[in-house]
């Protein structure tokens, strides 16, 4: 019976938890050591890399360039000179739609590379070919063309931010992983034509859908990557954006004006009411780590301590931002512990109570879209505009109608219900369902990428709330019970939002130490983080509070270990914790 006697001893060594995270590795069953990259240049020049690449399989490319050093920044410093490919593949006529698509891509070629590939995940809905750069890690440093590896972007099968991609089924199929699967022998293939040899090494990053896509990539594609890089997983993307609508649906029945936009589903909780949350529920657990610093980094101790009803006052008057109404007490609990369907079965995951929910103000546009990390954006904005959306055309089988869709009447009348059942729905030539195509199939069994020497590391907002952290939590109490956790390692990151921003120390590397762990064996312990005050090269950091130090630093900490104060020494400085 070895695969039962390989199942014991991993979940024997769980019970040394504490020593995995500073040990290398930790299970019993030997990892097995995959080899270093090694580097190599460029040949040629840019232009040529046209004919270089001429005949790829149903690929057409359409650009090659050079891209003077410079003329890119990563953390405000120059990136080097490389190549800029850019093409498409499996273009085609929509059957359902009309409508033409294709999976549209580049890749950005270091001219000094380091052997390595990678694969980055994009946002939201795809749609777009964003630079490929690696950005990484919330606030980003460097990225990873930057750091010399060959940099793979695409968008994922369509063109455009608007969900109606989703009446055609194979877009759907594309967006959802199957656009990953054409894009890999392609990138290393041309990564072979370009440097005389495909990556030694391969890595998939990105963080929201990126982190999904990089989920994906682990479970689906593990053969081709070694190294996985998730953040803010919306693994079950499909799910949270259905728990986010019957969250508007809750918050809609508090609003204090009429629902037309998210401006007045923002009247639910304001701005204000938000803040007094955040700093009662910061008043209650920041010292519950040792340190009165502003951030909750005990996050357990203060789920068990900070009570909604008893510790944020309840107005006995009208709404003045002092105090919280019942009624709105008995919504947030809701969004808080998981909306549920009308039988009480929770749609997605519960959300804990964090410092960071205060974060960002309803409405206010930066960049010229009311973008941001926290509840204003994600609950009020995106619920009203980007999930209707979402699971109107893409996630439900069969979709909603494209002559009759109204996305604002879609959030604030469809059934919750239906809604709900919709994304495990079938339906004529949409043969598999938003659950099926969106999601990693059995994320907690991950052998197959484990038992080749793959690892993967995940980062979580503890102030995310549209993804949230508890669900990347029990995926990893998952992965750790059915595959171990000796090539996996997850790190929450207190105060931040949605891959960035919120009081946090949002600023970290984590591909370095990946790739540390794939190709010398050296697991990741904690890992320091900083927070983007004034002058951070990477972009400042608005919602970070008046009295922290701009460059402050904390240990980032694999779980379930905590950032606690030592006792001694500054406030500000990631020396002064231990992850206990
Ligand atoms: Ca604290």
Excluded at 66 to 81: D, F, I, K, N, Y
Excluded at 237 to 243: G, N, Q
Aim: charged share 15%; hydrophobic share 40%; with cysteine.
């Amino acid at each position: 019976m070895p695969t039962l006697m390989k199942r014991a001893t991993r979940v024997g060594a769980l019970s040394a938890l504490a020593a995995l995270s500073t040990a290398c590795g930790g299970g019993t069953d030997p990892l097995p050591q995959l080899g270093a990259a090694t580097p190599a240049s460029l040949s040629g020049a840019c232009d040529q890399l046209s004919s270089a690449l001429a005949g790829l399989p149903n690929t057409q490319i359409t650009l090659a360039e050079t891209v003077a050093a410079g003329t890119l920044a990563q953390g405000g410093q120059p990136v080097a000179e490389h190549c800029r490919v850019t093409g498409k593949m499996h273009e085609r006529v929509s059957a359902v739609d009309g409508n033409t698509y294709a999976i549209g891509f580049e890749m950005r070629l270091p001219k000094a590379w380091n052997g390595r590939f990678l694969h980055q995940g994009n946002g939201g809905i795809d749609g777009a070919v964003l630079p490929a750069v690696g950005a990484l890690g919330g606030g980003p440093l460097t990225g990873a063309l930057h750091q010399g590896f060959a940099v793979l972007s695409s968008d994922a099968g369509h063109s455009g931010s608007a969900p109606t991609f989703g009446i055609d089924p194979q877009a759907r199929l594309d967006y959802g992983y199957q656009a990953v699967a054409k894009l890999t022998p392609m990138a290393k293939e041309t990564i072979k034509r370009a440097y005389g040899k495909g990556p030694d090494r391969s890595y998939f990053a990105g963080c929201s859908n990126g982190g999904r896509h990089a989920m994906v990539a682990a479970t689906r594609y593990h053969a081709d990557y070694d190294g996985i890089l998730a953040g803010a997983p919306g693994y079950n993307l499909p799910k949270a954006a259905t728990a986010n609508l019957a969250a508007a649906r809750l918050y809609q029945t508090v609003a204090t004006t009429p629902v037309n936009n998210q401006i007045d589903l923002a009247t639910a909780v304001t701005d204000t009411e938000r803040q007094l949350l955040a700093s009662r529920v910061v008043a209650k657990c920041d010292a519950l780590d040792g340190a009165t610093d502003g951030l909750v980094q005990d996050v357990a101790a203060c789920q068990a301590s900070f009570k909604l009803a008893d510790d944020v006052p309840t107005c006995s008057g009208a709404r003045d931002g002092t105090c919280l109404s019942t009624a709105q007490k008995s919504v947030l609990a809701q969004v808080f512990s998981g909306t549920t369907t009308s039988k009480g079965e929770r749609i997605y995951a519960s959300f804990p109570f964090d410092g960071g929910f205060g974060a960002g103000k309803a409405g206010v546009p930066s960049g010229g879209s009311p973008v941001g990390s926290g509840i204003a954006f994600w609950e009020y904005f995106a619920a009203l505009n980007l999930d209707a959306g979402a699971t109107g055309l893409i996630f439900g089988s069969p979709p909603q109608s494209l002559a009759t869709f109204n996305p604002l009447s879609f959030a604030l009348t469809t059934d919750i219900d239906a809604l709900n059942a919709s994304m495990y729905a079938t339906s004529g030539l949409y043969s598999e369902a938003a659950m099926s195509f969106m999601t990693p199939p059995k994320p907690t069994q991950m052998q197959a990428l484990r038992d080749r020497g793959g690892k993967i590391m995940v980062y979580h907002g503890v102030s995310d709330s549209i993804f949230s952290v508890n669900d990347t939590e029990t995926w990893f109490k998952g992965v750790s019970s059915d595959t171990g956790n000796d090539f996996a390692r997850f790190y929450r990151v207190p105060g931040m939002g949605h891959c960035s921003g919120g009081p946090a120390t949002d600023q970290f590397d984590m591909l370095t130490p990946l790739v540390n762990w794939v190709e010398k064996g050296q697991a990741p312990a904690d890992i320091v983080a900083s927070a983007r005050g004034a002058g951070n090269p990477g972009g400042v950091n608005g919602d970070l509070p008046a009295g922290w130090a701009a460059d402050r630093t904390r240990p980032l900490c694999p779980y379930p270990q905590v950032a606690r104060y030592k006792g001694t020494g500054s406030l500000e400085l990631a020396s002064s914790f231990s992850c206990r």
